[in-house]
């Protein structure tokens, strides 16, 4: 199955909006592929206000976050691949959901290979789990 991230993060982003708090992101900028400004980030992380009013072409997709957003008052595309987003949470109140680091997807996982040749059933993978988000 897909990765349920990309669903939440814009269904938590939608929500924190539509309650009128300000979202935040909280990315891993040291993930490959991420582009946010260089200066930002402290310990690897950096923290993006994403709200409506502070960010203008935001996307979100089942790959990646994009938008442009000022940083100390120059203009920035930035580029985050779902992968490396670790919360999205409303400033006011802290009220989200932290991600769970997800390794990323071997090409052999992206494919369906059919069964496997030594005649033993598939394995199952790791059993589902939910956790409480307060």
């Known amino acids: 199955m897909n990765s349920s991230r990309p669903y939440?993060?814009?269904?938590l982003y939608e929500w924190i909006v539509d309650n009128d708090c300000t979202p935040h992101l909280l990315v891993n900028a040291e993930a490959p592929d991420v582009q946010v400004p260089s200066g930002y980030a402290s310990d690897?992380?950096?923290v993006l206000n994403?709200?409506?009013?502070?960010?203008?072409?935001?996307?979100?997709?089942?790959?990646?976050v994009s938008f442009e957003g000022r940083f100390g008052g120059?203009?920035?595309?930035?580029?985050?691949p779902i992968e490396a987003v670790m919360a999205i949470y409303a400033r006011e109140n802290g009220q989200g959901m932290v991600f769970e680091i997800e390794p990323?997807?071997?090409?052999s996982e992206l494919e369906d290979n059919g069964p496997p040749t030594d005649g033993e059933p598939p394995k199952p993978g790791r059993r589902p789990s939910l956790k409480v988000v307060k």
């Open 8 to 11: 939440l993060l814009r269904a």
């Open 44 to 46: 690897g992380q950096i």
């Open 50 to 64: 994403v709200s409506p009013n502070a960010v203008r072409h935001l996307q979100m997709n089942n790959q990646a």
């Open 74 to 80: 120059v203009a920035f595309s930035l580029y985050i």
């Open 104 to 107: 990323p997807a071997k090409s």
